[in-house]
């Protein structure tokens, strides 16, 4: 079993920055992927960004270079940090673990984080 726990959310105004947080505990192997993904009001789930266990990243357009993510394969920890918010990035944000398709082997096992709220407003 995977369990994710995320934390950092909050409040911010446009421009200003957050960093999430997301520990990973139970099996993470090293063909899981760990990133993160959002969802605004009536809107679908989106990649934010992801990133293997060898450093590879992707992450999604909007990102422009305003967000960073990290991972620590030793603690099992994966940082979303972000600056220069716009009010667009107003979104509860998931933890996502799951297996790194890219590689050789491939099968479905997801597992979601039960979100943190950041809000972009002034």
């Known amino acids: 079993q995977v369990h994710l726990a995320e934390s950092g959310g909050g409040l911010v105004q446009p421009g200003g920055s957050l960093r999430l947080s997301c520990v990973a505990k139970?099996?993470?192997?090293?063909?899981?992927?760990l990133g993160w993904y959002r969802q605004a009001p009536g809107k679908k789930r989106e990649l934010v960004a992801h990133i293997a266990w060898g450093g590879n990243i992707k992450s999604a357009d909007f990102v422009e270079g305003r967000f960073t993510i990290s991972r620590d394969n030793a603690k099992n920890t994966v940082d979303l940090q972000m600056s220069s918010l716009k009010l667009e990035d107003t979104a509860v944000y998931y933890c996502?673990?799951?297996?790194?398709?890219?590689?050789?082997?491939?099968?479905?096992?997801?597992?979601w984080g039960q979100g943190t709220q950041v809000t972009v407003s002034g």
């Open positions: 139970g099996n993470i192997f090293s063909n899981y992927l």
């Open positions: 996502y673990a799951g297996v790194d398709c890219s590689g050789p082997i491939c099968y479905r096992d997801d597992h």
